[in-house]
């Protein structure tokens, strides 16, 4: 979790590209809990901002994680971020990066009542949590939406908790969708925040924004917000913001609430997305696909004969683009599957397969915290 002084909380690679929306505060407190009937959720017709809000605020939560200090003179360092109902199970979805390295959480609704929670599981690589309440606690629950149907130019509401300041909304507009948030380096390949296939939007969010909903206009929740992103000198730019898409959240949730952890397909390669420039210096006739920058050894795309300079187009004719990314094409196997990559080297279009291994969980333990 992040505490002062270190606002980049366990993602140090970032401090330069990427500002995570979370915020910490010197003290922690103590609370209760209301009980209060859940709604069902649904899928109304457009609305305006005004309705949209008085909708889904109940289902929106504030959240608290803090580990106690061993000396009490020492103060009490907390994180605060956001988060929503996902179910009527009382399953609460925020950011990993909120949550992790804590001991205790604590789930606030609208209505200024809050709860103690419980945590379910987290998703480093995803940057995604599940935290659970009391079912009888809850308000409402949120409509999921689906993130594929994002299009660019849509209007977008973003609520949270920047600075612990609960009920904020925010609106702008989607961007576009199959954004990486932080550098082609990291496209597709850290496990400790992927920050691959986000929706890029312009509704403004700050710390503590984290793991807060964004809305479509139906009020469905399409996304989670994560991160905003800075220049070199450390300045945030502004109308740049990203969401963790729902349709990643909805898969990842269901691992995480069924097992307590997820399970990732491994291919073994670092990459990088094929651009305009990388097209032209590599003398390539599309910008579509990635780059293989490095090939782990012993992985499953060294026994495969992927070779680093190799290009990848395609995935079981999946073909990998900037709305389809490498990351979100593997979303849909499992480990131990098997799948063909056609890909170019030497400027002749070859094939293989590979049967995909599974992210050790060590690697989240020993690199994430997880």
Same mark, same amino acid.
């Given at each position: 979790?992040?505490?002062?002084?270190?606002?980049?909380?366990?993602?140090?690679?970032? &401090?330069?590209?990427?500002?995570?929306?979370?915020?910490?505060?010197?003290?922690?407190?103590?609370?209760?809990?209301?009980?209060?009937?859940?709604?069902? %959720?649904?899928?109304?017709?457009?609305?305006?901002?005004?309705?949209?809000?008085?909708?889904?605020?109940?289902?929106?939560?504030? &959240?608290?994680?803090?580990?106690?200090?061993?000396?009490?003179?020492?103060?009490?360092?907390?994180?605060?971020?956001?988060?929503?109902?996902?179910?009527?199970?009382?399953?609460? &979805?925020?950011?990993?990066?909120?949550?992790?390295?804590?001991?205790?959480?604590?789930?606030?609704?609208?209505?200024?009542?809050?709860?103690?929670?419980?945590?379910?599981?987290?998703?480093?690589?995803?940057?995604?949590?599940?935290?659970?309440?009391?079912?009888?606690?809850?308000?409402?629950?949120?409509?999921?939406?689906?993130?594929? %149907?994002?299009?660019?130019?849509?209007?977008?509401?973003?609520?949270?908790?920047?600075?612990?300041?609960?009920?904020?909304?925010?609106?702008?507009?989607?961007?576009?969708?199959?954004?990486?948030?932080?550098?082609?380096?990291?496209?597709?390949?850290?496990?400790?925040?992927?920050?691959?296939?986000?929706?890029?939007?312009?509704?403004?969010?700050?710390?503590?924004?984290?793991?807060?909903?964004?809305?479509?206009?139906?009020?469905?929740?399409?996304?989670?917000?994560?991160?905003?992103?800075?220049?070199?000198?450390?300045?945030?730019?502004?109308?740049?913001?990203?969401?963790?898409?729902?349709?990643?959240?909805?898969?990842? %949730?269901?691992?995480?609430?069924?097992?307590?952890?997820?399970?990732?397909?491994?291919?073994?390669?670092?990459?990088?997305?094929?651009?305009?420039?990388?097209?032209?210096?590599?003398?390539?006739?599309?910008?579509?696909?990635?780059?293989?920058?490095?090939?782990?050894?012993?992985?499953?795309?060294?026994?495969?004969?992927?070779?680093?300079?190799?290009?990848?187009?395609?995935?079981?004719?999946?073909?990998?683009?900037?709305?389809?990314?490498?990351?979100?094409?593997?979303?849909?196997?499992?480990?131990?599957?098997?799948?063909?990559?056609?890909?170019?080297?030497?400027?002749?279009?070859?094939?293989?397969?590979?049967?995909?291994?599974?992210?050790?969980?060590?690697?989240?333990?020993?690199?994430?915290?997880?």
């Amino acid at each position: 979790m992040s505490r002062p002084g270190q606002p980049f909380g366990r993602l140090p690679r970032l &401090i330069l590209l990427a500002i995570l929306i979370c915020t910490s505060f010197p003290v922690v407190g103590s609370g209760t809990a209301i009980a209060q009937e859940a709604d069902d %959720a649904s899928t109304p017709a457009e609305l305006s901002t005004v309705d949209l809000v008085a909708e889904v605020l109940p289902g929106v939560v504030a &959240i608290m994680a803090y580990t106690p200090a061993e000396d009490p003179d020492e103060g009490q360092g907390y994180s605060i971020g956001s988060g929503f109902v996902y179910d009527a199970d009382g399953h609460i &979805i925020t950011n990993w990066h909120v949550v992790a390295g804590s001991e205790l959480y604590y789930v606030t609704f609208s209505s200024g009542f809050y709860v103690e929670a419980e945590l379910v599981g987290l998703d480093p690589r995803d940057d995604i949590a599940v935290l659970k309440v009391d079912p009888d606690v809850i308000p409402a629950v949120l409509a999921m939406g689906d993130s594929d %149907a994002v299009l660019p130019g849509e209007k977008v509401v973003a609520i949270g908790s920047p600075s612990g300041i609960t009920n904020t909304i925010t609106e702008g507009i989607a961007s576009g969708s199959g954004r990486t948030g932080a550098s082609p380096g990291l496209y597709g390949q850290t496990q400790c925040g992927n920050y691959n296939n986000l929706i890029q939007h312009s509704a403004p969010i700050n710390g503590g924004n984290s793991g807060g909903p964004l809305f479509n206009m139906q009020g469905e929740v399409i996304g989670i917000n994560t991160l905003g992103i800075t220049n070199d000198a450390g300045t945030a730019l502004a109308g740049i913001y990203y969401a963790v898409p729902s349709n990643t959240i909805a898969k990842i %949730a269901a691992d995480l609430i069924e097992d307590g952890r997820i399970s990732l397909p491994l291919i073994g390669i670092e990459s990088t997305p094929i651009t305009i420039p990388t097209a032209i210096i590599y003398d390539l006739p599309f910008a579509n696909g990635v780059l293989v920058t490095a090939v782990a050894n012993d992985s499953p795309a060294d026994r495969a004969g992927l070779r680093e300079g190799d290009v990848v187009l395609s995935i079981d004719d999946q073909d990998i683009t900037k709305e389809d990314t490498l990351s979100e094409i593997l979303m849909s196997y499992n480990p131990g599957d098997t799948i063909e990559i056609v890909y170019i080297r030497n400027g002749k279009e070859r094939d293989t397969d590979l049967r995909l291994a599974e992210v050790p969980q060590s690697i989240f333990d020993e690199e994430c915290g997880a």
